[in-house]
């Protein structure tokens, strides 16, 4: 069977087809458009969008490279900034061609998926999604920049009532709407026996995700694609449809990476956030390894990152005294996000282990992006430190523990 397969078709309400598909296997670039204007021509917008991506592919294809011979967190958000780039000059051809040609109002939604060396890149901008396929069940990768699941997410609004919702189609985020856009980022570590499905809502508004995850997990995927795009026809068609179903390579450290993906999600920072939510701030966490003795941050030294144990023990010592052990789970330099002192204590390897950071750099970038996500990972920080400072009070006001 092939690795791939995919489609796109007007549907049975529209009289032409306004999405655009792109697969390029040799760059591992996969992008699905769905134009949006109506009169103003969205299939010009959405055009333009994924031809952004067909110029760009060998740009693309060098930060993948160089992701491959070495796969740290800067060449990693490199290949995401480069994808951004691309969405940044797709939005402004957009922009300008619709001011040029007074087709106000021209715009598209994107997914965009870049597979290489085990990982998935991932950007979106509107209500168009990415899925991936893996054990069994079916994880959205994306959420949908749009009125109705801003509501879900406040608890405005029902998920049932979202679907039925006339303001269903009303998106908050569009390519061309300005010059500029604000794309989600992520990447997702992928593991033997991933699949990945794009769409646009012309799928996801009409088929169930049952049959969507029935007919992802398929051996067939040419026979997957079409039965998933009758599926749509049959229930109305009443906006065009794209579907894209890859079997991405996996890698050999899917074990390893299965287990990672496990701790993380333990983690305060990720408990109750939407799988996709999660994907986000996962792209601004950096891994470190240590060893029995190996300083992690040391006193005295500058510091802007916080640290939370994955797995292992470190010591916290202050002037070479031991003050605390944390474990997994636990953390440190909270502060230094809010400030550039010197570090107050220092952390070492009890045992071999590894831990995640956040810079605050790196955080503020994130919280300008992603400003609700961004709030909600600061609300998640300030309760942690409140925990923290209490439990240092009741140890101060015990007599037993002084």
């Known amino acids: 069977m092939r690795k791939l397969a995919a489609v796109t078709d007007p549907g049975k309400k529209r009289n032409h087809n306004e999405d655009a598909l792109l697969t390029l ?49 800067d060449t990693r958000n490199a290949v995401l900034a480069t994808i951004d780039e691309v969405l940044q000059t797709a939005s402004r051809r957009i922009y300008e061609t619709a001011e040029a040609e007074g087709r106000a109002g021209m715009t598209t939604t994107v997914v965009a998926l870049v597979v290489g060396n ?21 994880r959205q990768l994306t959420e949908d920049h ?38 989600s980022l992520a990447a997702v570590d992928l593991h033997p026996g991933d699949r990945l499905l794009l769409c646009s809502d012309g799928l996801s508004d009409v088929v169930a995700p049952e049959l969507m995850l029935e007919e992802g997990a398929s051996d067939d995927l ?29 890698t050999d450290r899917g074990d390893d990476m299965a287990a990672r993906a496990g701790m993380l999600e333990s983690l ?59 474990a997994a789970g636990e953390h440190f330099g909270e502060l230094a996000l809010a400030d550039e002192e010197p570090r107050s204590a220092s952390v070492a390897g009890v045992t071999f282990g590894s831990a995640i950071s956040v810079s605050a750099e790196q955080l503020r970038d994130f919280c300008r992006g992603e400003p609700e996500l961004g709030n909600a990972l600061l609300w998640k920080m300030m309760r942690a430190l409140g925990q923290r400072l209490r439990r240092t009070n009741a140890r101060i006001s015990d007599p037993l523990t002084l």
């Open 25 to 73: 296997p040799e760059s591992g670039i996969y992008v699905v458009a769905d134009g949006v204007g109506g009169r103003a021509c969205g299939e010009v917008a959405s055009a333009i969008c994924v031809e952004s991506f067909r110029d760009s592919a060998h740009l693309v294809s060098a930060r993948v490279a160089a992701y491959t011979e070495a796969s740290t967190l």
């Open 118 to 138: 085990g990982t998935a890149f991932l950007a979106h901008v509107g209500d168009s999604r990415a899925y991936l396929v893996r054990d069994g069940e079916l």
């Open 146 to 183: 749009s009125m109705v699941n801003e509501l879900v997410r406040t608890g405005k609004m029902t998920y049932e009532e979202a679907r039925s919702s006339r303001h269903r189609h009303v998106i908050t985020r569009a390519v061309g709407l300005y010059p500029t856009v604000q794309p």
């Open 222 to 250: 040419e026979g997957a694609v079409a039965t998933l795009l009758q599926a749509a026809l049959d229930r109305g068609g009443p906006d065009n449809i794209t579907v894209v179903l890859l079997d991405p390579d996996g």
């Open 268 to 326: 305060f920072l990720f408990e109750d956030l939407p799988y996709a939510a999660r994907l986000q701030v996962g792209r601004i966490v950096e891994e470190h390894y240590f060893a029995p003795g190996e300083v992690l941050v040391e006193q005295g030294s500058p510091g802007t990152s916080m640290y939370v144990i994955l797995e292992g023990e470190v010591s916290v010592q202050v002037n070479g005294i031991e003050v605390a052990r944390l």
